[in-house]
């Protein structure tokens, strides 16, 4: 099995998000054994990839702590290896077997992919435990029209408004509480947001300690969320394209960009950087 140590949504080194990729050379191995592995490489998400066709792939993904359905980062990851390596060509069509659903994936320099149908989980989110526990109570939502809601384009995640980027900056969540309150509403974590007029849709932190990450530096599937989430509120239209910084605050700078394409279908897309690969010997 060869691996890869990716950053993902960045176009430098130790730039992004990292995240590990092992491209398969036939069935996958156990469970245990893929669990073993994403525990050694300590990432916030490792791919395991089989290769089914010329342009066909299933991808499992594991963090840490556990497999999740999908993982917007180390897909672009992922993908961002295929390309590199002469697996794919720069322009086709691949498609991504995962199991949060079937994705379309467009390959080159900028892989961009196309989420799971976007779904507003009906959960009730407790405004009033949940800025407390993110250090944020004087973080109230921008306005009544923007509150809390826990939406899925493959993994739901709370989506948080906050006023401005000195409240988002200021945010000190209280990890163990934020991972109980996550339990509790079976979702990722939290994704919290401030809307910007300097170039970027917004400026984004994630958070999803239950899952073993304090915090991310690039989260595909949450700004995919988060991208359906502004369209529902009126910030952002069909064939609009968004732009999104994170990372700022672990000194990992993340740009990801989404579009809204036809009928609501969202994608996401970044650039990627290998900066390590070798054999894995187990």
């Known amino acids: ?12 080194a130790f730039g ?16 245990k054994l893929m669990q073993q592995v994403a525990a050694e490489y300590r990432y916030s998400e490792t791919a ?21 359905d999908l993982c917007g980062h180390a897909t672009i990851a992922t993908f961002g290896v295929l390309w590199k390596e002469g697996i794919i060509a720069a322009g086709s069509r691949c498609m991504n077997h995962t199991l949060a659903g079937d994705l379309l994936i467009e390959a080159g320099e900028q ?11 009906d959960v009730v989110v407790d405004v009033a435990r949940l800025y407390p526990i993110m250090q944020g109570s004087q973080a109230e939502p921008q306005a009544p029209s923007m509150a809390c809601e826990v939406v899925s384009t493959g993994l739901p995640d709370i ?19 934020l991972a109980a309150y996550s339990k509790e509403l079976d979702v990722v974590g939290v994704h919290a947001f401030a809307m910007s007029d300097d170039g970027y849709t917004a400026h984004v932190r994630n958070f999803a300690p239950r899952y073993g990450v304090p915090e991310e530096s690039a989260t595909g599937t949450a700004n995919a969320a988060l991208t359906h989430y502004l369209c529902r509120h009126g910030h952002v239209k069909e064939g609009q394209q968004c732009r999104y910084l994170q990372g700022e605050a672990m000194s990992r700078p993340s740009v ?27």
């Open 111 to 121: 892989v961009m992919m196309q989420m799971a149908p976007p779904r507003v989980l």
């Open 159 to 177: 989506i948080m408004p906050v006023t401005d980027r000195a409240a988002l900056d200021a945010l000190r969540p209280d990890m163990d509480a």
């Open 1 to 12: 099995m060869k691996y890869y140590v990716v950053d993902a949504f960045t176009s430098v």
């Open 16 to 31: 992004g998000n990292p995240a590990g990729v092992v491209l398969l050379d036939g069935d996958f191995p156990s469970e």
């Open 256 to 282: 990801i960009t989404t579009s809204v394409r036809g009928g609501g279908s969202i994608w996401v897309g970044g650039e990627s950087f290998i900066i390590a690969s070798g054999d894995l010997l187990v």
């Open 48 to 68: 395991f990839v089989q290769q089914n066709g010329e342009k066909e792939f299933t991808v499992r993904y594991f963090t840490p702590a556990g497999e999740v």
